[in-house]
């Protein structure tokens, strides 16, 4: 099997294993993981004017759905509850997944977490984080003569 190297992820773990922090950027790997019974799938992603944290969450009720911002740290944390008690001895196979989940992100210095907004539709959460102003991109008119 082929893997295509990366020198530079190389040279970045080497660094961070003496204690550097060689690249700032954000850090999308979530410490709350190991903690909980499952960990919902979630995409980030973002446009000019917002980041979006989206996390699949279907069957869920908002009400046992935490979120909170803590020193440009994202965090949601809740619980999918089981809605049949049958004996467990019937299932074939079980998929889906029930109990405490927790995902967590640091956030990038460019964005402004203190106006963050969520949004529950069809089983996806979507958190909303705007940018700051100065990083927006901006448009230069261009004056045309002649």
């Given at each position: 099997?082929?893997?295509?190297?990366?020198?530079?992820q190389?040279l970045?773990r080497?660094?961070?294993?003496?204690?550097?922090?060689?690249?700032?950027?954000?850090?999308?790997?979530?410490?709350?993981?190991?903690?909980?019974?499952?960990v919902?799938?979630?995409?980030?992603?973002?446009?000019?004017?917002?980041?979006?944290?989206?996390?699949?969450?279907?069957?869920?009720?908002?009400?046992?759905?935490?979120?909170?911002?803590?020193?440009n740290?994202?965090?949601f944390?809740?619980?999918?509850?089981?809605?049949?008690?049958?004996?467990?001895?019937?299932?074939?196979?079980?998929?889906?997944?029930?109990?405490?989940?927790?995902?967590?992100?640091?956030?990038?210095?460019?964005v402004?977490?203190?106006?963050a907004?969520?949004?529950?539709?069809?089983?996806?959460?979507?958190v909303?984080?705007p940018k700051?102003?100065?990083?927006?991109?901006?448009?230069?008119?261009?004056?045309?003569?002649?």
């Amino acid at each position: 099997m082929l893997v295509k190297w990366n020198p530079f992820q190389e040279l970045e773990r080497t660094l961070e294993w003496w204690g550097a922090q060689p690249f700032r950027r954000p850090q999308w790997a979530d410490p709350l993981a190991s903690t909980v019974n499952w960990v919902p799938p979630v995409n980030v992603y973002e446009d000019n004017e917002n980041l979006f944290v989206e996390a699949q969450l279907p069957g869920i009720d908002m009400k046992d759905v935490k979120i909170s911002v803590t020193d440009n740290t994202l965090q949601f944390h809740g619980e999918r509850k089981k809605e049949r008690t049958e004996d467990e001895d019937n299932y074939h196979f079980r998929e889906a997944r029930y109990g405490a989940f927790a995902r967590s992100f640091c956030l990038p210095d460019y964005v402004t977490p203190d106006q963050a907004t969520a949004r529950y539709d069809k089983g996806v959460l979507t958190v909303q984080v705007p940018k700051r102003e100065e990083t927006k991109p901006k448009s230069i008119p261009i004056d045309v003569k002649g």
